[in-house]
């Protein structure tokens, strides 16, 4: 009986004739996917790619080519890891894309280096240069920039960072570290000027103690000259350090391992009969020993103190000596001295060890350097609100000691304020609001702020100055503090650098600090003086005039009366604000087709000798005779409306993204490098083509808020209506149609900003709930009503 089955060769035969076609079909895929820019279909179509090259035979196919294992060149690879790792999100998946792709790199040099070698025995010279062209290749993909970026993924993929990533950052660094070692030394036994150049100092006790005595910028110095001026590769370099110094600094906010055990214990100890409970103990304790074998041996391998993550500590002191080790290293080894990034890390970890003595002690370095900017001062005080020593959370003498704190913070920003000022009066061509001169222009948002005028001294015009936005109280109050020198208490100087001005980072933890505390008036003076700022006075706008002020012939210059735009964060303080100490309010009339129309009255206080006062009452009224309690008397429902009309009509500036980078960097005179030409490759977006950081910047600014805004958004509106379901689900619904325009409930309305396209917008199970909450007793309400009407209907 004849068989039906084919022969197994012929079918070989057709697989391999068919195999080059299906290559190309599936590379075509992948550059369409690259075009889209889209990482999940860039890493489907490499992944279909390299499983259909699985299948040829890849001597006949390929014999010695600059392709990775014959599927992809290393311009294609570099491309791909751009795109993965620019749209990674916050997950393992991400990261294992990237770890993947690295691999896979890694292993195609290995095999190279394996080729070279066995050329080199065979002495076939032609074939060496070629393999060695083809090896330096594909070191431009796997470059120490994209090291950093693999570590940071590594530390900011999780919420969480422990030991377990730290051994993983530690494997990549080495594994790195390894494969520069073989390909130096690969490349200095083919060159043998290479083998007779003298290296400094070899075997000379002298030159050793020379070389102990060098400060690292005469090292550096010496070590170039020597070099014939070339510069020489470090690794690790700055940025590498920093990016392992600030995940050292994150493994901070994990919690207690002595507490974990003690639970653990308590556990096991209620359980002591469970076997599962027994062997989940064991099974911790297996790995937390094995986990510090292998971190012990990559410390030392590393020139790390191996002793400086011992399992019995907590992790505060287990961070600050590992944190200290890779310092260490970084000056003493590297001799690389750090640099504003890292001095601001440095901040960061002695705030979460509670030395503010360091803290001092580094901006006073700074401050010497002259590299003392904003970013540093804006996280000093950001620390300071939350964990300085007379934060929230380390309070030691109750309410006053925070609000001590943000005064002290209010007379840093006065002083960043003043330094704006003075910059502004020494251009000769003044703009922003100053005293009693009020020469800026009429912006929208100033026109609403306007509306925010009150009859009781809140608006900040019937203060005694226009920058001075404090009231009468707090001005006693912050002269008080003067006389203690807050600037020196926050910051450890006496006073801030002039060229020091504050930015949009600035303003909103200031407001974000004072809506907290329920300084409605102080707060929004804030926001009078961001809406007021021009760009170019801003920290930022001062770093473009510079670049603008070398390429200002082939770049349009801004406008001059652009000014500083608010962002979500501030809107969110303000939420946050109202969620905390708005007073609620009873609906007179309901306009169910334009709610903001809507007539309310205030909900009077309870006396203080009736019972059933509400919680939020009782607080309200034992604050009366704070300094600032008129000022929560300002969280009323119409200043509401203000704050959420002028955050509907909120818009991201998109223009300052839209500009072309790459055409600043030409004109300053900056060379682009391979990654760099990779990174400004234009891909389709629906604002035009662009390049891939333009892309990332403008995803930034188009990122709707986050689900935990939201859900202050909705407290508040329920807040300040005293929980009327009718008018909180219609302004809610509101926000929907801003930021999510393919909703159902996506009906045009006057001032919405449907064209703006947002992205992230998600509700989660919070909402829902919440929501459905809200539209269950709006509904039982409408049923009430249609009830009561019927029956009044029948006795009629």
């Known amino acids: 009986m004849p068989s039906f089955t084919p022969p197994r060769s012929s079918s070989s035969d057709h697989v391999k004739h068919k195999a080059p076609q299906l290559h190309a079909k599936k590379l075509g895929q992948l550059h369409a996917a690259l075009e889209i820019g889209s990482a999940d279909a860039v890493w489907s179509a490499y992944l279909s790619l390299r499983q259909s090259f699985e299948i040829i035979d890849c001597p006949s196919f390929v014999i010695e080519s600059t392709i990775l294992d014959g599927a992809v060149t290393p311009e294609e690879c570099h491309k791909v890891l751009n795109v993965v790792g620019s749209e990674m999100s916050k997950t393992r998946r991400g990261l294992n894309r990237v770890l993947r792709l690295v691999s896979d790199v890694r292993s195609h040099q290995r095999r190279l280096l394996a080729r070279l070698q066995h050329t080199d025995q065979v002495r076939d010279r032609t074939r060496s240069r070629i393999l060695t062209e083809e090896l ?59 083998q007779r150049r003298p290296t400094a100092y070899r075997g000379s006790m002298l030159g050793h103690l020379r070389s102990a005595m060098l400060s690292p910028v005469a090292h550096s110095a010496i070590e170039q000259k020597r070099m014939g001026g070339r510069s020489r590769q470090i690794f690790p370099d700055i940025a590498i350090y920093n990016t392992l110094l600030d995940i050292i600094t994150r493994t901070v906010l994990r919690s207690n391992p002595a507490r974990r055990t003690a639970s653990l214990y308590e556990s096991a100890h209620d359980d002591e009969d469970d076997a599962m409970a027994r062997f989940t103990e064991q099974h911790l304790a297996s790995h937390s020993a094995q986990l510090h074998a292998s971190l012990a041996n990559k410390l030392r391998r590393f020139d790390l103190d191996p002793e400086s993550v011992p399992l019995h500590l907590d992790a505060l002191e287990r961070a600050d000596r590992l944190f200290h080790s890779v310092l260490g290293r970084m000056q003493r080894t590297s001799r690389i001295e750090p640099n504003p990034v890292t001095f601001n890390i440095m901040i960061t970890m002695y ?81 922003i609001a100053y005293g009693t001169h009020d020469t800026d222009a009429r912006t929208p948002d100033r026109e609403r702020l306007d509306h925010l005028q009150r009859d009781d001294g809140s608006d900040p015009r019937d203060w005694p100055d226009q920058n001075e936005f404090l009231t009468n ?41 004072l809506a907290w505390q329920g300084r409605f008036a102080d707060a929004l003076g804030v926001f009078r003086d961001l809406v007021s700022t021009p760009v ?99 969280w009323r429902i119409d200043t509401f409306q203000e704050i959420f009309d002028a955050f509907l009509k909120f818009e991201p500036d998109v223009t300052r993204v839209l500009s072309c980078d790459a055409s600043l960097r030409k004109a300053s005179g900056q060379v682009l490098d391979r990654s760099e030409k990779f990174a400004g490759r234009r891909i389709s977006t629906p604002y035009g083509r662009m390049s891939l ?51 159902s409930a996506s009906i045009p309305y006057e001032g919405s900003s449907a064209h703006f396209d947002w992205i992230g917008f998600k509700l989660d199970n919070r909402l829902n709930r919440v929501v459905d909450h809200l539209e269950a007793r709006l509904k039982e309400r409408q049923d009430h009503s249609q009830g009561q009407g019927h029956d009044k209907h029948v006795v009629i």
């Not at 500083?564 to 969620?579: E, K, V």
């Open 136 to 194: 330096k290749v594909w070191d431009n993909v796997v470059t120490p920039k994209l090291l950093g970026a693999t570590i940071t993924h590594i530390g900011r993929s999780l919420r969480s960072i422990g030991l377990d990533e730290i051994d993983q950052v530690l494997d990549q660094l080495l594994t790195y570290e390894a494969n520069e070692h073989s390909r130096v030394a690969k490349a200095s036994t083919g060159d043998p000027l290479a």
């Open 693 to 743: 950081a333009q892309k990332r910047r403008l995803d930034a600014l188009r990122l709707a808020p986050s689900s935990n805004q939201l859900f202050w958004i909705l407290t508040s509106i329920r807040r300040v209506s005293n929980d009327h379901a009718g008018w909180s689900l219609s302004m809610w619904r509101r926000v929907v149609r801003k930021f999510d325009p393919s909703s």
């Open 536 to 634: 170019r006075l801003s920290a930022r706008g001062s770093e473009e005039s510079q670049v603008r002020s070398v390429a200002d012939m082939t770049v349009e210059k801004e406008p001059e009366d652009r000014k500083m735009q608010p962002t979500l964060a501030i809107f969110s303080s303000f939420f946050r604000g109202f969620s905390r100490y708005g007073e609620p309010s009873d609906i007179i009339n309901f306009d169910e087709e334009h709610p903001e129309r809507s007539t309310w009255e205030p909900v009077p206080l309870p006396a203080p000798q009736e019972q059933g006062k509400r919680p939020e009452q009782v607080q309200l009224s034992e604050k009366i005779e704070e300094p600032h309690a008129h000022q929560l008397r300002l």
């Open 473 to 513: 109280d707090t001005l006693q109050t912050s002269q008080s503090a003067h006389r203690k020198d807050p600037v020196e208490e926050v910051l450890g100087v006496p006073s801030l650098p002039f060229h020091v001005v504050p930015d949009e980072i600035t303003h909103t933890l200031v407001i974000n600090g």
């Open 351 to 431: 705030s979460l060890l509670d030395r503010w003595d360091a803290i001092h002690r580094v901006l006073r370095v700074m401050r010497d350097k002259n590299i003392l900017n904003i970013d540093c001062i804006n996280n000093t005080l950001w620390q300071w609100i939350v964990f300085g020593p007379a934060s929230s959370k380390r309070r030691r003498g109750g309410d006053l000691d925070e609000k001590r704190a943000m005064e002290s913070v209010l007379e840093v920003y006065r002083q960043l304020r003043q330094n704006m000022i003075q910059a502004e009066l020494a251009s000769n061509r003044s703009s």
